[in-house]
Structure formats: structure tokens, C-alpha cells
């Protein structure tokens, strides 16, 4: 009888270390997307998350007005929670005010709403509708 003559086929380790090394080329590229897609999607539930509190605080310095003109709506920095930090400049004038919301997190944990931190600014005017114009 014969030698039977066997036929590996193993995998040698050269070909092994090209594999991983393409797969690493491949797959580097993913993670970056990955990374800067969640980077976004926190950056976007920060700004809506503003957005949303910024309207409340408008809303509440709005009815405030109306209530009351005289009222100073000035805030500076007043926590909201979560972070989140608010400031209000409220301009007086005769018979109408200009204010600006704005609210911002507060990155570097001072509890002051740096202008790198405002996420939100809004803008609106309100006017004095109690006061005798013609008298």
C-alpha cells in the first residue's frame, strides 16, 4: 500500500495580518461616523431641550408684562436644572420693553451663562397697553 499523501490548506499568519489590517482600514471610517452622528444627536436634544425652555421662560416673562409693566424681567443666569442656565436682558422703555431669552448649558459647571454656552437666543418686544398715550 501507498502513502496517502494528506492536503492542508491552513491559513498562514501572514494572511491572518492582512485580514485584520483590512479590517481595521474598514472599519476605522465607521467608527468616526458613528462617533460624530451621536456627537449630533446630543447636540441636537440639547438645542430643542433649550428651545423648549426658552419659549417657557418668554411665555412667563410675556404674561408677567401684561400683568405688570413695571416689572424688571432682568435674570442673570437663574438655573433651569439639568444644567441648563437662563438670562434674560429686559430693555425698558416708555411704553414697550425689549427682552432677549437666553438659555445656554453650562459647560464649565460656573453656574454663569457664558456667551460660548447659549444654545437659544430669542428676541421680543412687548408693549404697554394700560398706560393713557393721548393724555
Same mark, same amino acid.
Given at each position: /500500500? !501507498? *502513502?496517502?499523501?494528506?492536503?492542508?490548506? @491552513?491559513?498562514?499568519? /501572514?494572511? #491572518?495580518?492582512?485580514?485584520? *489590517?483590512?479590517? *481595521?482600514? *474598514?472599519?476605522?471610517?465607521?467608527?468616526?461616523?458613528? =462617533?460624530?452622528? /451621536? +456627537?449630533?444627536?446630543?447636540? #441636537?436634544?440639547?438645542?430643542?431641550?433649550?428651545?423648549?425652555?426658552?419659549?417657557?421662560?418668554?411665555?412667563?416673562?410675556?404674561?408677567? @408684562?401684561?400683568?405688570?409693566?413695571?416689572?424688571?424681567? +432682568?435674570?442673570?443666569?437663574?438655573?433651569?436644572?439639568? &444644567?441648563? %442656565?437662563?438670562?434674560?436682558?429686559? &430693555?425698558?422703555? @416708555?411704553?414697550?420693553?425689549?427682552?432677549?431669552?437666553? #438659555? !445656554?448649558?453650562?459647560?464649565? &459647571? $460656573?453656574?454663569?451663562? $457664558? !456667551?460660548?454656552?447659549? %444654545?437659544? =437666543?430669542? #428676541? +421680543?418686544?412687548?408693549?404697554? =397697553?394700560?398706560?393713557?398715550?393721548? &393724555?
Amino acid at each position: /500500500m !501507498g *502513502a496517502r499523501r494528506r492536503n492542508y490548506r @491552513a491559513i498562514t499568519l /501572514m494572511e #491572518v495580518l492582512i485580514a485584520s *489590517a483590512l479590517l *481595521a482600514v *474598514a472599519l476605522v471610517p465607521i467608527f468616526q461616523v458613528l =462617533t460624530r452622528g /451621536m +456627537t449630533l444627536a446630543r447636540d #441636537v436634544q440639547l438645542r430643542t431641550t433649550a428651545a423648549f425652555l426658552a419659549e417657557k421662560e418668554m411665555e412667563t416673562a410675556l404674561a408677567t @408684562a401684561a400683568e405688570d409693566f413695571s416689572v424688571d424681567l +432682568t435674570k442673570s443666569s437663574k438655573d433651569l436644572g439639568d &444644567g441648563y %442656565l437662563v438670562t434674560i436682558d429686559g &430693555g425698558q422703555e @416708555a411704553l414697550r420693553k425689549t427682552f432677549s431669552v437666553q #438659555v !445656554g448649558w453650562d459647560t464649565d &459647571g $460656573d453656574e454663569t451663562l $457664558d !456667551g460660548d454656552e447659549v %444654545l437659544v =437666543t430669542f #428676541v +421680543t418686544r412687548a408693549a404697554n =397697553t394700560t398706560e393713557d398715550v393721548g &393724555g
